[in-house]
C-alpha cells in the first residue's frame, strides 16, 4: 500500500486554503493509503511563537484536523515533535544540503524580505525538513497546495542524492498528489497573492455565518465590467476562483455569463460565495469547540499517532543510519 503524508504549521487558524490545498484530499483518501497527517509545530518555530501561545497553536489545529474529518483510526495523525526520529534524520540530511540551493528557495527568499531581522537558519533550511518529515515515512505520495511544489522538488532532490551517495535505494522520490486539477492555488480576498494564515485574507473554517458573510462581501472587486467578454481583473478572477471551488459548475457559470454580458452585480456573486462556502465550513466548525475541550480524546489521538510515526520513523532512519556507516560497538 502507497505512503501519503502531509502536515500543516501550526500557526493561527486553518483557512480556506489549507483546506482546499491539503487537508479535504487527504480526508478522502484515508482508506485507501497509508496515511500519515501531523501538525508541523518545529516549523512554525521560526517566528518564535511565546511558549504561552505554542501549545495553543498546536492544540487549534489539531482539533480542526479532526473537525474537518481526519480518522486517528484510519491515519497516523501526530505532532511533529513528538517525533524524534525527524529531528535526527533532518540532521543527516542537511549534510547533503548545500546552502547555494537552500538560499535559491522562493519561500526563503520571501521570508528574508519580510522578517529581516530574524532571518535564522532554521529559514534557510526549512525545505530540509520538510524532506525529513516526508522521508522518514518513505511517503511516495504528498497532497499539498501549489506553493509547496518548490519543496517538493527540494525533497526528491535529496533523496535521489542519499540514494546515490551511499548507493542505496532507501528513499523513494515523493510526488504532489493529483486529484484530477493539478495542484491548486486558493486566492485571497483581497485581490491579489494567495490565501495565507498571516495575510490578513482569508476564511477560516472557525468563522460563523457573519463573519464569512462580511469578509465576502468586503472583499475587493473593481467597477464591473463595461464591454462584453471583456478580460477579468485579479480580484474578480480570484472570487471566480474560490467559487470554482466551493460551488457547483452550474453556478459557477451562471455568474461568468452574467459577467460576460455585463449585468453582473458583485452584491449578488459574494452573496452566493459566502452561502456556499457556509455550506462547505459550517459543518466543520460545529464540530470544532467539542472537540478542542476533550483533552481526554486530543491526548489519546497524539498519543497513538506518535506511536505510528515513531515506529514507521524509526524503521526508515535504521536503513538510513546502515547506509551512511554507522555501526554498533
Ligand atoms: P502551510 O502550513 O503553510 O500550509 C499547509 C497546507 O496548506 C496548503 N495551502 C494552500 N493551498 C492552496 N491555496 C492556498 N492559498 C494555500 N495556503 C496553504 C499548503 O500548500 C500546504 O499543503 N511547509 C508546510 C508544512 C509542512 C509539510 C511537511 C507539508 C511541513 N512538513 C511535509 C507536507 C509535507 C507549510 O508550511 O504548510
Known amino acids: 500500500m502507497e505512503t501519503v503524508l ?28 497509508k496515511c500519515f497527517f501531523f501538525v508541523a509545530d518545529i516549523h512554525s518555530l521560526t517566528t518564535h511563537p511565546h511558549p504561552s501561545d505554542f ?7 489539531l482539533s480542526e484536523y479532526l473537525a474537518a474529518g481526519l480518522d486517528p483510526e484510519k491515519s497516523a495523525i501526530y505532532v511533529q515533535s513528538d517525533v524524534p ?9 542537511n549534510m547533503i544540503s548545500y546552502v547555494g540551493e537552500l538560499e535559491r528557495t522562493v519561500s ?25 518529515d516526508i522521508l522518514a515515512h518513505r511517503a511516495t505520495k504528498v497532497p499539498v497546495g501549489k506553493d509547496q511544489d518548490q519543496h517538493l522538488e527540494i525533497a526528491r532532490t535529496i533523496a535521489r542524492r542519499f540514494n546515490t551517495l ?42 460563523d455565518e457573519k463573519t464569512i ?37 452550474s453556478t459557477v457559470d451562471y455568474f461568468k455569463e452574467k459577467y460576460n454580458d455585463c449585468s ?32 481526554e480524546y486530543l491526548h489519546k489521538v497524539v498519543k497513538q499517532g506518535a506511536d505510528k510515526a515513531r515506529e514507521s520513523a524509526a524503521a526508515t532512519l535504521a536503513l538510513a543510519r546502515k547506509a551512511i556507516g554507522f555501526k554498533a560497538f
Do not use: W
Not at 501549545?55 to 489545529?61: L, R
Not at 529581516?116 to 533550511?125: C, F, H, M, P, Y
Open 6 to 33: 502531509s502536515g500543516i504549521r501550526s500557526t493561527g487558524h486553518l483557512h480556506l486554503g489549507n483546506y482546499y490545498g491539503a487537508l479535504k484530499n487527504f480526508v478522502k483518501i484515508q482508506d485507501s493509503y
Open 55 to 61: 501549545h495553543e497553536g498546536v492544540k487549534i489545529i
Open 85 to 93: 526520529e525527524i529531528c535526527e534524520l533532518y540532521t543527516l540530511l
Open 108 to 132: 526563503f527568499k520571501d521570508k528574508v524580505r519580510q522578517q529581516k531581522n530574524n532571518v535564522n537558519a532554521g529559514l534557510l533550511t526549512y525545505p530540509v525538513l520538510m524532506a525529513s
Open 166 to 207: 551511499y548507493g542505496v535505494e532507501v528513499f523513494p522520490e515523493p510526488v504532489n498528489m493529483d486529484f484530477g486539477s493539478g495542484a491548486i492555488k486558493v486566492p485571497g480576498l483581497d485581490g491579489n497573492g494567495k490565501m495565507g494564515k498571516s495575510e490578513g485574507n482569508g476564511i477560516f473554517l472557525c468563522d
Open 213 to 249: 458573510s462580511k469578509k465576502v462581501m468586503k472583499a475587493v472587486t473593481d467597477a464591473g465590467p463595461t464591454t462584453p467578454n471583456s478580460e477579468m481583473p485579479e480580484s474578480v478572477a480570484n472570487l471566480f476562483k474560490i467559487l470554482s471551488i466551493v460551488s457547483d459548475k
Open 264 to 295: 453582473i452585480r458583485y452584491g449578488d456573486l459574494k452573496k452566493q460565495l459566502a452561502q456556499d462556502i457556509c455550506k462547505q465550513t459550517l459543518p466543520i466548525k460545529a464540530r470544532i469547540d467539542d472537540i478542542y475541550n476533550d483533552a
